[in-house]
């Protein structure tokens, strides 16, 4: 399904012209036009899901087989240091499209990207709680 009102619908289904790095019958990868650093490309389904908590698994998986051939690709033509790939899942994590993508941000050594925060501690507290809602 496509959403009439959504910006990567009609990216990613050719309705809007972008740089496109690859497409097939399920994803294109796109430049993306605010670029953290030099190849920063996004990795778009053709259908439309908001964010990870919809998309159907199979298509999820075909997602992350492809960031690994793209992050191999790229890693080869743009000879960068390293590679961070990431998602976004609502507006608390940063999400500021709201059709599933999959950021690919090349890195270079001592590059200005950030992408750090600040580690916290695990208490025996956390880690019990967290632990009894989701472990087993
Ligand atoms: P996020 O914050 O994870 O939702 O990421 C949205 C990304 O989409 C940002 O990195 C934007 O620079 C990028 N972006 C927004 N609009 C466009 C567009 N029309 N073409 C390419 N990239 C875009
Ligand atoms: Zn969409």
Redesign the pocket.
């Known amino acids: 399904m496509k959403d009439v009102n959504c910006?990567?619908c009609k990216?990613a289904n050719g309705e809007?012209p972008?740089?496109t790095l690859y497409e097939d019958e399920d994803f294109r990868v796109?430049?993306?036009?605010?670029?953290?650093s030099k190849g920063?490309a996004?990795i778009l389904p053709k259908e439309h899901f908001a964010n990870v908590f919809e998309m159907p698994e199979e298509l999820a998986a075909k997602a992350f087989v492809l960031a690994k051939r793209m992050a191999a690709k790229m890693k080869d033509a743009l000879d960068c240091d390293g590679m961070n790939i990431?998602?976004?899942n609502g507006t608390a994590?940063?999400?500021?499209?709201?059709h599933f993508?999959m950021?690919l941000i090349p890195r270079y050594d001592n590059d200005q990207v950030g992408l750090t925060w600040i580690p916290g501690s695990l208490s025996e507290e956390m880690k019990e709680e967290i632990l009894s809602k989701l472990a087993g």
């Open positions: 910006i990567f990216i809007i972008s740089a796109i430049l993306d036009l605010g670029p953290a920063h996004l990431l998602q976004n994590a940063g999400q500021t499209v709201f993508h950021h």
